[in-house]
């Protein structure tokens, strides 16, 4: 199994270039997230999805937007990156039940660079 | 407020030496605590401790929790280059599905 499987794992964009960040786990997990980290700031939630077909805002949304497209992938996507956005990006996963909370899978992380 | 505080923000220690690390926290209707560490790139799981389960080990590292004064302890013992990384602690928010709040982080650098 491969896991969470992020890409790009590294890029640079402009001011007001827009891009979309992959994400894919094979693991058969309801639950998918996008976080931030920012040195100081510790992990941040952008955004989750419970299950295939919900998605919901978390800590700092603005900016950004998401999409589920199946049970294997949650894109993250930046409309008009702003150089506060530079940051390093990770996917996660999890099972999702009554009986949580459980251990979140993490994506080797995407960094990105808004100039 | 709820928060999740971790200290120290970092840590510089010689091969062999035992290193704590520490994590406390104020969080509604806490449940469980877990630890993970993260090397360059993303963070593994280490521990989950939770009301029924306060102590953990696995091998040199060892994790305790205290519900009465809000924390828990991340103990590794013997340090190796292998065990530099940053140390994460993490407790989930109530009624929110799985999210998690996680704290800054303790880095921690084991010089040979």
């Known amino acids: 199994n491969a896991g969470v499987t992020q890409t790009p794992k590294f890029q640079v964009l402009k001011t007001g270039q827009s891009m979309t960040l992959q994400c894919a786990q094979d693991m058969n997990h309801n639950s998918m997230y996008w976080y931030r980290q920012d040195p100081g700031m510790g992990l941040r939630l952008i955004y989750y999805?419970?299950?295939?077909?919900?998605?919901d805002k978390g800590e700092v949304p603005n900016g950004y937007n998401v999409s589920r497209l199946n049970k294997r992938e949650f894109s993250l996507r930046l409309e008009s990156a702003a150089p506060s956005q530079t940051s390093v990006y990770f996917c996660?996963?999890?099972?999702?039940?009554?009986?949580?909370?459980?251990?979140?899978?993490f994506g080797p992380g995407t960094r990105l660079t808004v100039t | 407020e709820d928060k999740v505080v971790q200290s120290p923000l970092s840590l510089v220690v010689h091969e062999g030496d035992t290193v704590t690390l520490n994590c406390s926290y104020e969080v509604t209707n806490f449940r469980s605590l877990l630890w993970y560490k993260q090397e360059k790139k993303a963070p593994t799981f280490l521990f989950m401790l939770t009301s029924s389960g306060i102590e953990k080990k696995s091998g040199r590292l060892s994790s305790i929790l205290d519900k009465k004064e809000l924390f828990s302890i991340l103990n590794i013992t013997a340090t190796q280059t292998g065990d530099s990384a940053v140390y994460l602690c993490?407790?989930?928010?109530?009624?929110?599905?799985?999210?998690?709040?996680f704290g800054t982080g303790t880095s921690l650098t084991v010089i040979p």
């Open positions: 993490a407790v989930p928010k109530r009624w929110s599905g799985n999210q998690f709040y």
């Open positions: 996660a996963s999890s099972e999702s039940s009554g009986r949580s909370p459980y251990e979140q899978y």
């Open positions: 999805s419970a299950s295939e077909g919900t998605t």
